[in-house]
Protein backbone atom coordinates (compact mmCIF):
# COMPACT_ATOMS: atom_id res chain seq x y z
CA UNK A 1 0.00 0.00 0.00
CA UNK A 2 1.75 3.49 -0.87
CA UNK A 3 1.87 6.07 1.54
CA UNK A 4 -0.64 8.52 0.90
CA UNK A 5 0.55 12.44 -0.14
CA UNK A 6 -0.76 15.44 -0.29
CA UNK A 7 -1.80 16.36 -3.63
CA UNK A 8 -0.76 19.91 -4.92
CA UNK A 9 -4.56 20.47 -5.77
CA UNK A 10 -5.16 20.35 -1.67
CA UNK A 11 -2.55 22.26 -0.84
CA UNK A 12 -3.81 24.65 -3.62
CA UNK A 13 -7.91 24.34 -1.75
CA UNK A 14 -6.25 24.46 1.79
CA UNK A 15 -4.50 27.99 1.08
CA UNK A 16 -7.63 29.39 -0.47
CA UNK A 17 -9.52 28.28 2.63
CA UNK A 18 -7.08 29.46 5.21
CA UNK A 19 -6.66 32.98 3.57
CA UNK A 20 -11.27 33.33 4.01
CA UNK A 21 -11.68 35.11 6.64
CA UNK A 22 -14.81 33.59 7.72
CA UNK A 23 -12.78 30.53 8.25
CA UNK A 24 -10.06 32.79 10.21
CA UNK A 25 -12.71 33.42 12.46
CA UNK A 26 -13.90 29.92 13.37
CA UNK A 27 -9.95 28.30 13.68
CA UNK A 28 -9.97 31.23 16.29
CA UNK A 29 -13.46 30.20 17.85
CA UNK A 30 -11.81 26.69 18.24
CA UNK A 31 -8.79 27.83 20.32
CA UNK A 32 -10.64 30.97 22.13
CA UNK A 33 -13.24 28.24 23.35
CA UNK A 34 -10.93 25.46 24.59
CA UNK A 35 -11.65 26.44 28.14
CA UNK A 36 -15.21 25.92 27.46
CA UNK A 37 -15.18 23.15 25.39
CA UNK A 38 -13.54 21.15 28.47
CA UNK A 39 -16.22 21.97 30.45
CA UNK A 40 -18.62 19.86 27.70
CA UNK A 41 -16.07 17.26 27.71
CA UNK A 42 -16.59 16.91 31.62
CA UNK A 43 -20.03 16.99 31.19
CA UNK A 44 -20.48 14.89 28.63
CA UNK A 45 -18.13 12.42 30.25
CA UNK A 46 -20.17 12.57 33.54
CA UNK A 47 -23.71 11.37 31.83
CA UNK A 48 -23.49 7.52 32.01
CA UNK A 49 -23.44 5.85 28.31
CA UNK A 50 -22.91 2.17 28.07
CA UNK A 51 -23.46 0.30 25.24
CA UNK A 52 -27.08 -0.66 24.30
CA UNK A 53 -28.02 2.51 26.81
CA UNK A 54 -26.82 5.86 25.10
CA UNK A 55 -30.16 7.61 25.40
CA UNK A 56 -29.71 10.16 28.21
CA UNK A 57 -26.59 11.02 26.60
CA UNK A 58 -28.16 10.86 23.33
CA UNK A 59 -30.42 13.53 24.26
CA UNK A 60 -27.82 16.38 25.93
CA UNK A 61 -26.05 16.13 22.89
CA UNK A 62 -29.12 16.87 20.34
CA UNK A 63 -30.16 19.46 22.59
CA UNK A 64 -26.42 21.02 22.63
CA UNK A 65 -26.61 20.35 18.86
CA UNK A 66 -29.54 22.90 18.81
CA UNK A 67 -28.60 25.44 21.13
CA UNK A 68 -25.25 25.83 19.24
CA UNK A 69 -27.62 26.85 15.89
CA UNK A 70 -29.00 23.50 14.18
CA UNK A 71 -32.59 23.20 13.56
CA UNK A 72 -33.06 20.12 12.08
CA UNK A 73 -31.83 17.83 14.65
CA UNK A 74 -33.11 13.82 15.01
CA UNK A 75 -32.81 10.49 16.76
CA UNK A 76 -33.21 7.88 14.07
CA UNK A 77 -34.33 4.67 15.16
CA UNK A 78 -31.20 3.17 16.33
CA UNK A 79 -30.22 5.49 18.68
CA UNK A 80 -28.13 7.72 17.18
CA UNK A 81 -28.44 12.06 17.06
CA UNK A 82 -27.99 13.42 13.29
CA UNK A 83 -27.82 17.22 13.44
CA UNK A 84 -27.88 18.47 9.98
CA UNK A 85 -26.51 22.02 8.84
CA UNK A 86 -27.23 22.61 5.62
CA UNK A 87 -25.55 24.11 2.49
CA UNK A 88 -26.29 25.17 -0.77
CA UNK A 89 -28.48 21.99 -1.48
CA UNK A 90 -26.29 21.55 -4.47
CA UNK A 91 -23.41 20.40 -2.55
CA UNK A 92 -22.01 17.25 -1.47
CA UNK A 93 -23.16 15.14 2.28
CA UNK A 94 -20.58 14.70 4.84
CA UNK A 95 -20.61 13.13 8.14
CA UNK A 96 -18.96 14.26 11.23
CA UNK A 97 -19.41 10.89 13.51
CA UNK A 98 -18.24 10.62 17.23
CA UNK A 99 -19.97 7.43 19.61
CA UNK A 100 -21.85 8.00 22.02
CA UNK A 101 -21.06 4.95 24.18
CA UNK A 102 -18.53 4.27 26.20
CA UNK A 103 -17.03 0.50 27.71
CA UNK A 104 -18.42 1.28 31.36
CA UNK A 105 -21.33 -0.34 32.92
CA UNK A 106 -24.12 1.51 34.14
CA UNK A 107 -23.47 2.42 37.87
CA UNK A 108 -19.76 3.24 37.34
CA UNK A 109 -18.75 6.25 39.12
CA UNK A 110 -18.08 8.89 36.17
CA UNK A 111 -17.68 11.72 38.18
CA UNK A 112 -14.37 13.83 36.78
CA UNK A 113 -11.13 14.65 38.93
CA UNK A 114 -9.04 17.53 37.71
CA UNK A 115 -5.40 17.98 38.67
CA UNK A 116 -3.13 20.48 36.56
CA UNK A 117 -4.27 19.91 33.05
CA UNK A 118 -5.14 16.26 33.83
CA UNK A 119 -8.55 15.08 33.95
CA UNK A 120 -9.05 11.92 35.48
CA UNK A 121 -12.60 9.97 34.39
CA UNK A 122 -13.72 6.46 32.37
CA UNK A 123 -14.30 7.88 29.18
CA UNK A 124 -13.23 11.13 29.42
CA UNK A 125 -11.04 10.54 26.11
CA UNK A 126 -12.47 7.47 24.66
CA UNK A 127 -15.06 9.23 23.42
CA UNK A 128 -16.84 12.75 25.64
CA UNK A 129 -13.24 14.25 23.96
CA UNK A 130 -15.01 13.52 20.12
CA UNK A 131 -18.48 14.78 21.08
CA UNK A 132 -16.47 17.93 22.42
CA UNK A 133 -14.02 18.10 19.51
CA UNK A 134 -18.05 17.50 17.45
CA UNK A 135 -19.68 20.40 18.73
CA UNK A 136 -17.13 22.65 18.52
CA UNK A 137 -16.50 22.45 15.11
CA UNK A 138 -20.14 23.25 14.88
CA UNK A 139 -19.89 26.30 17.15
CA UNK A 140 -17.20 27.25 15.18
CA UNK A 141 -18.76 27.43 11.90
CA UNK A 142 -21.92 28.96 13.59
CA UNK A 143 -20.11 31.79 15.14
CA UNK A 144 -17.56 32.46 12.07
CA UNK A 145 -20.79 32.57 10.02
CA UNK A 146 -18.81 29.91 7.55
CA UNK A 147 -21.54 28.92 4.88
CA UNK A 148 -20.84 25.40 3.08
CA UNK A 149 -22.15 24.59 -0.32
CA UNK A 150 -22.78 21.08 0.86
CA UNK A 151 -24.47 19.67 3.65
CA UNK A 152 -22.77 18.90 6.87
CA UNK A 153 -24.01 15.68 9.44
CA UNK A 154 -22.85 16.00 13.25
CA UNK A 155 -23.71 12.58 14.20
CA UNK A 156 -23.41 11.14 17.59
CA UNK A 157 -23.32 7.42 17.22
CA UNK A 158 -24.50 4.23 19.16
CA UNK A 159 -23.08 1.19 19.58
CA UNK A 160 -19.33 1.64 18.65
CA UNK A 161 -17.74 -0.13 21.11
CA UNK A 162 -17.58 -4.27 21.06
CA UNK A 163 -20.43 -5.87 21.02
CA UNK A 164 -22.32 -2.72 19.81
CA UNK A 165 -20.43 -3.76 16.60
CA UNK A 166 -20.63 -0.64 15.18
CA UNK A 167 -24.60 -0.68 14.73
CA UNK A 168 -25.06 2.83 14.88
CA UNK A 169 -22.66 3.32 11.83
CA UNK A 170 -23.92 0.49 10.52
CA UNK A 171 -27.52 2.31 10.74
CA UNK A 172 -26.20 5.61 9.48
CA UNK A 173 -25.55 3.68 6.19
CA UNK A 174 -28.43 1.78 5.41
CA UNK A 175 -29.35 3.67 2.56
CA UNK A 176 -32.08 5.69 4.18
CA UNK A 177 -29.94 8.73 3.24
CA UNK A 178 -27.26 9.96 1.46
CA UNK A 179 -23.94 10.68 2.80
CA UNK A 180 -20.94 11.41 0.65
CA UNK A 181 -18.42 11.55 3.08
CA UNK A 182 -17.91 10.43 6.99
CA UNK A 183 -15.05 11.49 9.62
CA UNK A 184 -15.07 9.99 12.69
CA UNK A 185 -13.69 11.56 15.49
CA UNK A 186 -12.07 8.92 17.69
CA UNK A 187 -8.80 8.33 19.67
CA UNK A 188 -6.92 12.24 20.25
CA UNK A 189 -4.00 12.30 19.09
CA UNK A 190 -4.13 14.61 16.17
CA UNK A 191 -0.67 13.19 14.41
CA UNK A 192 -2.18 10.14 13.03
CA UNK A 193 -4.48 9.63 10.18
CA UNK A 194 -6.61 6.37 10.01
CA UNK A 195 -7.32 5.95 6.81
CA UNK A 196 -8.62 2.46 6.62
CA UNK A 197 -10.74 -0.16 8.29
CA UNK A 198 -9.13 -3.29 9.91
CA UNK A 199 -12.13 -5.65 9.63
CA UNK A 200 -13.11 -8.43 12.01
CA UNK A 201 -15.34 -11.11 11.66
CA UNK A 202 -15.80 -13.14 15.05
CA UNK A 203 -17.66 -16.40 15.28
CA UNK A 204 -19.24 -18.54 18.37
CA UNK A 205 -18.76 -22.14 17.01
CA UNK A 206 -20.47 -24.84 19.30
CA UNK A 207 -19.84 -28.59 18.69
CA UNK A 208 -22.72 -30.13 20.23
CA UNK A 209 -24.36 -33.77 21.03
CA UNK A 210 -25.30 -36.18 23.88
CA UNK A 211 -22.41 -37.25 25.63
CA UNK A 212 -21.74 -40.42 28.01
CA UNK A 213 -19.91 -42.27 30.35
CA UNK A 214 -16.43 -42.24 29.56
CA UNK A 215 -16.35 -45.94 30.08
CA UNK A 216 -19.55 -47.37 29.87
CA UNK A 217 -20.26 -45.39 26.34
CA UNK A 218 -17.11 -45.96 24.70
CA UNK A 219 -17.16 -46.67 21.43
CA UNK A 220 -20.73 -45.51 20.95
CA UNK A 221 -20.31 -41.92 21.57
CA UNK A 222 -18.44 -39.07 19.71
CA UNK A 223 -17.11 -36.52 21.99
CA UNK A 224 -17.63 -32.74 21.60
CA UNK A 225 -14.60 -31.87 23.30
CA UNK A 226 -12.20 -34.54 21.01
CA UNK A 227 -14.10 -32.74 17.78
CA UNK A 228 -13.25 -29.34 19.00
CA UNK A 229 -9.43 -30.77 19.43
CA UNK A 230 -9.62 -31.76 16.01
CA UNK A 231 -11.11 -28.73 14.97
CA UNK A 232 -7.98 -27.08 16.69
CA UNK A 233 -5.92 -29.01 14.70
CA UNK A 234 -7.02 -28.54 11.55
CA UNK A 235 -6.89 -24.19 12.16
CA UNK A 236 -3.36 -24.18 14.21
CA UNK A 237 -1.15 -24.19 10.92
CA UNK A 238 -3.26 -22.08 8.49
CA UNK A 239 -0.75 -19.51 6.56
CA UNK A 240 -1.66 -16.11 6.37
CA UNK A 241 -0.57 -13.55 4.44
CA UNK A 242 1.49 -10.43 6.08
CA UNK A 243 0.46 -8.18 3.88
CA UNK A 244 -2.51 -7.41 4.44
CA UNK A 245 -1.83 -8.55 7.98
CA UNK A 246 -4.44 -11.23 8.53
CA UNK A 247 -5.24 -12.84 11.70
CA UNK A 248 -6.79 -15.34 13.71
CA UNK A 249 -7.29 -16.67 17.06
CA UNK A 250 -9.21 -19.30 19.14
CA UNK A 251 -9.95 -16.69 22.00
CA UNK A 252 -12.05 -18.47 24.46
CA UNK A 253 -12.81 -22.56 24.83
CA UNK A 254 -15.13 -24.10 27.39
CA UNK A 255 -17.09 -27.43 27.68
CA UNK A 256 -16.89 -30.56 29.25
CA UNK A 257 -18.17 -31.19 33.04
CA UNK A 258 -16.41 -33.73 34.24
CA UNK A 259 -13.28 -36.46 33.84
CA UNK A 260 -15.67 -39.23 33.42
CA UNK A 261 -17.98 -38.14 31.22
CA UNK A 262 -17.53 -38.01 27.29
CA UNK A 263 -18.20 -34.34 26.51
CA UNK A 264 -21.79 -33.25 25.40
CA UNK A 265 -20.90 -29.80 24.09
CA UNK A 266 -17.86 -27.53 23.50
CA UNK A 267 -17.68 -23.85 22.24
CA UNK A 268 -15.39 -21.93 21.24
CA UNK A 269 -15.01 -17.98 19.91
CA UNK A 270 -12.94 -17.25 17.34
CA UNK A 271 -11.93 -13.76 15.83
CA UNK A 272 -10.51 -13.23 12.76
CA UNK A 273 -8.90 -10.09 11.34
CA UNK A 274 -7.76 -8.50 7.94
CA UNK A 275 -7.80 -4.99 6.27
CA UNK A 276 -8.58 -6.59 3.23
CA UNK A 277 -12.36 -8.31 2.71
CA UNK A 278 -11.72 -10.93 0.28
CA UNK A 279 -8.98 -11.91 2.27
CA UNK A 280 -11.13 -12.02 5.56
CA UNK A 281 -13.66 -13.90 3.76
CA UNK A 282 -11.68 -16.45 2.54
CA UNK A 283 -10.10 -17.51 5.92
CA UNK A 284 -13.44 -17.34 7.43
CA UNK A 285 -14.63 -20.04 4.84
CA UNK A 286 -11.55 -22.05 5.59
CA UNK A 287 -12.02 -21.81 9.35
CA UNK A 288 -15.94 -22.69 9.03
CA UNK A 289 -15.21 -25.22 6.74
CA UNK A 290 -12.60 -26.77 9.47
CA UNK A 291 -15.10 -26.94 11.93
CA UNK A 292 -17.75 -28.66 10.02
CA UNK A 293 -14.56 -31.49 9.07
CA UNK A 294 -14.08 -31.83 12.42
CA UNK A 295 -17.61 -32.64 13.20
CA UNK A 296 -17.28 -35.37 10.24
CA UNK A 297 -14.35 -36.94 11.45
CA UNK A 298 -15.26 -37.34 15.16
CA UNK A 299 -18.30 -38.65 13.88
CA UNK A 300 -17.10 -40.77 11.56
CA UNK A 301 -14.52 -42.16 13.92
CA UNK A 302 -17.27 -43.93 16.17
CA UNK A 303 -19.43 -45.90 13.30
CA UNK A 304 -21.46 -47.45 15.90
CA UNK A 305 -23.01 -43.93 17.32
CA UNK A 306 -26.53 -43.79 16.45
CA UNK A 307 -28.31 -40.99 15.11
CA UNK A 308 -29.14 -39.40 17.96
CA UNK A 309 -25.51 -39.41 19.32
CA UNK A 310 -23.92 -37.34 16.48
CA UNK A 311 -22.28 -34.27 16.63
CA UNK A 312 -23.61 -31.05 14.98
CA UNK A 313 -22.04 -27.89 14.98
CA UNK A 314 -23.67 -24.67 15.72
CA UNK A 315 -22.55 -21.55 14.16
CA UNK A 316 -23.62 -18.20 15.35
CA UNK A 317 -21.50 -14.77 14.21
CA UNK A 318 -20.90 -12.71 17.10
CA UNK A 319 -19.28 -9.79 15.38
CA UNK A 320 -18.83 -8.07 12.22
CA UNK A 321 -17.16 -5.11 11.59
CA UNK A 322 -16.29 -4.50 8.07
CA UNK A 323 -12.90 -3.79 6.65
CA UNK A 324 -11.65 -1.57 3.47
CA UNK A 325 -8.63 0.28 2.97
CA UNK A 326 -9.30 3.79 1.26
CA UNK A 327 -6.71 4.75 -1.25
CA UNK A 328 -4.05 7.48 -1.33
CA UNK A 329 -5.99 9.69 -3.57
CA UNK A 330 -9.21 9.79 -1.43
CA UNK A 331 -10.84 13.34 -0.90
CA UNK A 332 -11.31 12.44 3.01
CA UNK A 333 -7.65 11.37 3.67
CA UNK A 334 -6.11 13.97 1.16
CA UNK A 335 -8.42 16.64 2.53
CA UNK A 336 -6.99 15.41 6.07
CA UNK A 337 -3.50 15.61 5.08
CA UNK A 338 -4.15 19.45 3.42
CA UNK A 339 -5.93 20.49 7.05
CA UNK A 340 -2.75 18.95 9.00
CA UNK A 341 -0.35 21.07 6.96
CA UNK A 342 -2.46 24.20 7.01
CA UNK A 343 -1.64 24.03 10.57
CA UNK A 344 1.68 22.76 10.34
CA UNK A 345 0.77 19.37 12.08
CA UNK A 346 3.10 16.30 10.99
CA UNK A 347 1.77 13.73 9.89
CA UNK A 348 3.60 10.57 12.52
CA UNK A 349 1.54 7.82 11.34
CA UNK A 350 -1.41 6.83 8.45
CA UNK A 351 -2.57 3.30 9.60
CA UNK A 352 -6.11 1.54 9.74
CA UNK A 353 -7.85 1.18 12.87
CA UNK A 354 -11.21 -0.34 13.79
CA UNK A 355 -13.40 2.28 14.00
CA UNK A 356 -17.16 3.84 13.31
CA UNK A 357 -15.40 4.77 10.11
CA UNK A 358 -15.28 0.68 9.28
CA UNK A 359 -18.61 0.73 7.38
CA UNK A 360 -18.53 3.59 4.84
CA UNK A 361 -14.16 2.52 4.10
CA UNK A 362 -16.16 -1.17 3.59
CA UNK A 363 -18.53 0.60 1.04
CA UNK A 364 -15.86 2.92 -0.60
CA UNK A 365 -17.37 5.93 0.96
CA UNK A 366 -14.21 8.32 1.47
CA UNK A 367 -13.75 7.92 5.04
CA UNK A 368 -11.35 8.90 7.29
CA UNK A 369 -10.94 8.95 11.19
CA UNK A 370 -8.76 11.34 13.07
CA UNK A 371 -7.68 12.74 16.42
CA UNK A 372 -9.63 15.23 18.69
CA UNK A 373 -6.82 17.10 20.71
CA UNK A 374 -5.45 16.61 23.66
CA UNK A 375 -4.08 13.41 24.67
CA UNK A 376 -5.78 10.15 25.85
CA UNK A 377 -4.21 7.34 28.50
CA UNK A 378 -5.09 4.25 29.86
CA UNK A 379 -8.64 4.15 27.78
CA UNK A 380 -11.21 1.12 28.33
CA UNK A 381 -9.90 1.54 32.16
CA UNK A 382 -11.33 3.11 34.88
CA UNK A 383 -7.92 5.12 35.36
CA UNK A 384 -8.41 6.73 32.15
CA UNK A 385 -7.33 10.13 31.88
CA UNK A 386 -7.17 13.06 29.68
CA UNK A 387 -4.08 15.52 29.55
CA UNK A 388 -6.21 18.89 28.13
CA UNK A 389 -2.64 19.96 25.85
CA UNK A 390 -4.00 22.31 22.69
CA UNK A 391 -7.32 20.59 22.55
CA UNK A 392 -8.28 23.02 19.90
CA UNK A 393 -6.11 21.21 17.21
CA UNK A 394 -8.66 18.40 16.89
CA UNK A 395 -11.32 20.77 16.12
CA UNK A 396 -9.18 22.75 13.59
CA UNK A 397 -8.17 19.95 11.85
CA UNK A 398 -11.63 18.34 11.63
CA UNK A 399 -12.82 22.08 10.81
CA UNK A 400 -10.61 22.61 7.75
CA UNK A 401 -10.96 18.86 6.40
CA UNK A 402 -14.83 19.42 6.19
CA UNK A 403 -14.91 22.36 4.69
CA UNK A 404 -12.45 20.78 1.66
CA UNK A 405 -15.26 18.64 1.94
CA UNK A 406 -18.05 20.26 1.00
CA UNK A 407 -16.79 23.19 -0.13
CA UNK A 408 -17.56 26.72 0.91
CA UNK A 409 -20.53 28.14 -0.32
CA UNK A 410 -20.31 28.18 -4.14
CA UNK A 411 -16.97 26.28 -4.67
CA UNK A 412 -17.16 22.20 -5.53
CA UNK A 413 -16.04 20.61 -2.85
CA UNK A 414 -13.85 17.57 -2.87
CA UNK A 415 -16.50 15.27 -2.33
CA UNK A 416 -18.16 16.59 -5.16
ZN1 LIG B 1 -13.63 5.25 20.81
Given at each position: MEKPMLCDCMKKRMSALCADDAVKAALKVCEDE???????????????????AEAVRAEEIARLMKAYGLTDVVIDPSGNVVGRRPGTGSGPVLAIA??????????????????????????????ASGLRSMLQV?????KGGVETEGDILF????????NGDIRGAKALFDGSRRIDGFMALDMCDVYTVQ??????????????????HSYLDY???????????????LIA??????NPKTTYTIGTIKGGTTVNTIAARCEVDVDMRSVDLPTLEALEAKVLAAFEEAVRLENAHWPLADEAHQLKLVKTQIGNRPAGMRPADCPAVQSVLG??????????KIKPSSTDANKPMSLNIPSVCIGTGGETCLEHSLKEYFVADRIWLGPQTALLAALAMVGRRGEKGALA
Amino acid sequence: MEKPMLCDCMKKRMSALCADDAVKAALKVCEDEAEFAMKEQIHISEIESPTFAEAVRAEEIARLMKAYGLTDVVIDPSGNVVGRRPGTGSGPVLAIAAHLDTVFPAGTDLKVRQEGNRYYGPGIGDNASGLRSMLQVLRALEKGGVETEGDILFVGTVGEEGNGDIRGAKALFDGSRRIDGFMALDMCDVYTVQNGATGAHRWRLSIEGEGGHSYLDYGRVPSAIHAMCRAGALIADLDLPENPKTTYTIGTIKGGTTVNTIAARCEVDVDMRSVDLPTLEALEAKVLAAFEEAVRLENAHWPLADEAHQLKLVKTQIGNRPAGMRPADCPAVQSVLGAMDALNLEVKKIKPSSTDANKPMSLNIPSVCIGTGGETCLEHSLKEYFVADRIWLGPQTALLAALAMVGRRGEKGALA
